[in-house]
């Protein structure tokens, strides 16, 4: 099998995809803007080839790289990127190789554009929360005055919570449309509640064979607010998520992927999708959940996510074991600028036998992933929250 992985490289996790992969009998063919010689040593051995382009911004250059692995290698089995951001080119170049897997040029954007994704949540009856594509300042007004403030804005393609506010008054939405942005944007009503992922990897007939949930207080007052950031990964997704996301899965036609669902933990009843305690969609990503997140799902399932995927692909089942050896695998990151009771080494010291990862994040990452960050894992969801109060106060 030759499997063509886009940006091997970043985020790190592709390169324990890779090297999974490559265990499992795989062609992983990279293709990647960084200088070989700054790869690792474990991707480098992942990898049977790199092929180095200037920038991964210029589709001819990709191309060019595929025809190469094609002429050397024969036809390309799989071509993925796990990024987000490379979904597009990823669609492109399947469509120009007629690569079987994966979606194509045709179908990208619901999977992209918030507006058809909303659509196709609406179709298969998903609850959903309501949504407006922002044109005139009427428009906008008359929507907030249909759902109530506050409302959220965020681009209509865009990743996270990048570009997006929560406009909580009239005055606060005719700002925005005074300086309104360039690319398109939607509107949507506030849902209030945490955000709560199924993510999974899915087999050729839509059915899991991992299933994990994460849960997120609101991302957007993380960032926008300033405040420390946790999240956690519990031992197993509750039923009705479980089988929200299965629907979900099979809306969108997502076999053969990694996939990343956000779905609203609903706090309080909402006339028309839900009450306290259901939930509804936000949105879809093709893709494995970022940062550290994968790693954090292994330590909860005490699995290998990785190499689950890579069975996925190579054989369409999974054969690494289930396991009774549960947790809950919880997140804290402190940010700069906030007074804290406890040091990083006292934290530490109280945690230690429950660590698993203490580091300091790269700068980039410090708006929505905070400076210092801290893994840890513990059987019951109390000793997590003395944790987060021990760490975060």
Known sequence: MNYVFISPNYPLTCTCFCDRLHQAGANVLGIGDAPYDGLSAELKEALTEYYQVSTLEDYDQVYRAVAFFIHKYGRVDWLESLNEYWLPTDARLRTDFNIAVGTRSDGIDRLVDKARMKQVFLDA??????????????????????????????????????????????????????????????????????????????????????????????????????????????????????????KTAKAFGAGQRFVHFEFIHLARDHKGIGKAGDYAAMEVNMRPSGGHDPDMMNYAQSVDVYRIYAEMVTEDKRRFPDSEDRWYCAYAGRKDGHDYRHSLDEITARYGESLVMREEMPPIEWPQMGRYAFMARFRSEEEMREFFAFALS
């Not at 990048?162 to 506030?190: H, I, R, T």
């Not at 991302?219 to 405040?227: C, G, L, Q, T």
Request: glycine fraction near 6%; charged fraction near 20%; charge should be negative.
């Open 125 to 246: 009856g998903i609850p959903t929360a309501r949504q407006h594509v922002v044109s005139t300042r009427a428009a906008g007004r008359a929507f907030a005055k249909q759902v109530g403030y506050p409302v959220i804005v965020k681009p209509s393609v865009g990743v996270g919570a990048n570009g997006a506010w929560k406009l909580k008054s009239q005055a606060e939405l005719d700002d925005f449309y005074a300086d309104l942005p360039a690319v398109p944007y939607v509107m949507e009503e506030f849902l209030e509640g945490d955000i709560c992922t199924y993510d999974a990897i899915l087999n050729s007939a839509c059915e899991p064979l991992f299933e994990s949930t994460n849960t997120y207080p609101p991302v957007m007052d993380a960032v926008m607010n300033d405040e420390d950031v946790y999240f956690y990964v519990t031992p197993e997704p509750p039923a009705a998520l479980r089988d929200l996301g299965c």
